[in-house]
């Protein structure tokens, strides 16, 4: 038997996780962008909300829409500490200065693709979904071997969770059109970067495979 990652999704067995498509990273309003003048704002990050707004998101949307369809698993990560002043996050999340509260506003998965009520957040307070929840036992609970990823930011945290996935065992899908970073070009070195881990699809590739298993 030839092994390889080319392998269409078995529903029962696969789950679709949003990596950090929260207020925080996701609204013009998130604390990340907070104290930045409107001209700084928009020299940094207009080209990204352009992007999240006008593609990405939509995106995101129709997957979601296809793999509920699909009775996939829908699951979702915040960045989001434990505590109010952020003391049980990660030292890399102290020195970069995030600290998402507990309960916050921040912290919460975007209404645009808002988990329904039996879905399952999880709060992250690390890059990889997998060093600081326990997700990893949550997907072996549910049988799940497929894992497909969309979220926020490419070559940071969708890059971490697709690496420590793959190590983990499981099969990972990479939607590319529904991940972004800050620029084209950053977008672009990762998915180049990442592809030896992953089996990587567009969200339009990926709903055509959703219905015809369906």
């Not at 392998?7 to 907070?34: H, M, T, Y």
């Not at 995101?60 to 109010?84: D, G, H, N, P, W």
């Not at 979904?129 to 990893?136: C, E, K, L």
């Not at 990762?190 to 881990?197: F, N, Q």
């Amino acid at each position: 038997m030839t092994l390889t990652r080319d392998v269409p999704l078995v529903p029962d067995q696969s789950a679709l996780l949003f990596i950090d498509v929260q207020n925080f990273s996701a609204e013009r309003d998130g604390a990340e962008f907070k104290g930045l003048s409107p001209n700084d704002f928009e020299g940094k990050y207009g080209w990204y909300f352009d992007q999240l707004d006008s593609r990405v998101i939509p995106n995101m949307q129709a997957i979601q829409k296809a793999a509920r369809a699909a009775a996939v698993e829908v699951m979702y990560t915040t960045i989001e500490s434990l505590t109010l002043d952020g003391r049980d996050r990660s030292l890399d999340y102290k020195i970069t200065g995030f600290n998402v509260p507990k309960g916050s506003w921040d912290g919460k998965v975007i209404d645009r693709i808002a988990p329904e009520v039996d879905e399952i957040v999880l709060p992250k307070s690390s890059s990889s979904v997998f060093v600081s929840t326990n997700i990893d036992y949550i997907l072996r609970n549910l049988g799940v071997r497929q894992l497909v990823l969309a979220g926020l930011i490419t070559d940071q945290c969708v890059e971490s969770a697709i690496r420590d996935a793959c190590d983990l065992g499981y099969l990972v899908t990479q939607v590319t059109d529904a991940c972004l970073t800050y620029s084209q070009e950053r977008h672009n070195n990762s998915l180049s970067a990442i592809k030896g881990y992953c089996r990587q699809v567009t969200s339009a590739e990926l709903i055509g495979e959703l219905k015809a298993g369906g």
